[in-house]
């Protein structure tokens, strides 16, 4: 009996953390499936029961237009997460090969990019996606490439400064005497952990990034009326606050718990990479 007792393993997660994955979870499947929990179609407009307050039949109330709120919020964490998700996605990407090639080739090459960077990185994240955005209209594929490109050298310095220390280790100049071909080196030694803070980075960009693209729809700058969107949602309630303080609230609130349940999870990822315990 005490050999089975010592084979257990107790998981031991703490409660920040374990709410935020279970939050996320439930996210993650109003993103994928609204329609599994949305009680209302979210552009369905009814004037008769407009600006009513949270009830039984609508649990959230309902918009200046009649509109289900709780549909609304469930439908727009899919325009929120999208967005976001693939804001940092471009980031990681643009970053890492950035950052691979500047480690790898240094030099001229190796400026040019550092130049590049710091110009890039003199702007605040959304003061750089505005100025984006000014030039290529507001859309939501504009504002992905916006939030992306301001995102991009968070990645590429982390991912270069681990290229250059890796690539001048003593088990990868030993893998090039031994004649190893230079793209099989670089795939198999020196990519894996380059990259290897990335995932935490990310993790912690994507409540930033999530903020970002929530601030820019409140200016008008993402999605358009109609779309069940947060950011756009705020932007469309903030007016009603006296008399229906309920339309800008709730998605205020999924906006907050969403990057406050992304930022518990990056931050026990990264203090894990670093063998520390929260």
């Known amino acids: 009996m005490s050999d089975i007792a010592s084979l257990r393993v107790p998981l031991r997660l703490p409660v920040g953390l374990l709410l935020s994955l279970l939050f996320l979870t439930v996210l993650m499947l109003a993103a994928c499936f609204p329609g599994w929990l949305a009680p209302d179609d979210p552009l369905l407009a009814d004037p008769v029961n407009a600006m009513q307050a949270p009830s039984w039949q609508h649990w959230l109330g309902t918009d200046q237009l009649g509109r289900d709120l709780l549909s609304r919020v469930i439908y727009g964490s899919r325009y929120s997460l999208l967005i976001s998700v693939a804001a940092m996605m471009l980031a990681v990407l643009g970053g890492c090969l950035l950052g691979l090639l500047a480690g790898l080739a240094r030099g001229v090459l190796d400026e040019a990019i550092g130049r590049t960077l710091d110009v890039i990185s003199a702007f605040p994240d959304l003061l750089l996606a505005l100025m984006l955005i000014a030039f290529t209209g507001p859309g939501t594929t504009n504002l992905i490439i916006a939030l992306g490109v301001a995102s991009v050298p968070r990645f590429a310095r982390v991912v270069r400064a681990q290229t250059f220390m890796v690539a001048r280790s003593g088990y990868v100049e030993q893998a090039r ?68 303080w309920w339309t800008g609230v709730w998605p205020g609130v999924a906006i907050t718990l969403t990057v406050v349940a992304v930022n518990t999870l990056g931050r026990h990822w990264q203090a894990h990479f670093e063998g520390k315990r929260l």
Request: hydrophobic share 50%.
């Open 177 to 244: 005497t031994f004649g190893l071909p230079w793209r099989v080196l670089v795939w198999r030694h020196v990519l894996p952990h380059a990259i290897a803070q990335v995932p935490a980075l990310a993790t912690l960009g994507l409540g930033t990034a999530i903020i970002g693209t929530a601030g820019l729809s409140f200016l008008g700058m993402g999605p358009q009326p109609p779309t069940a969107e947060w950011g756009l949602m705020l932007a469309e309630g903030r007016n009603y606050l006296r008399n229906a």
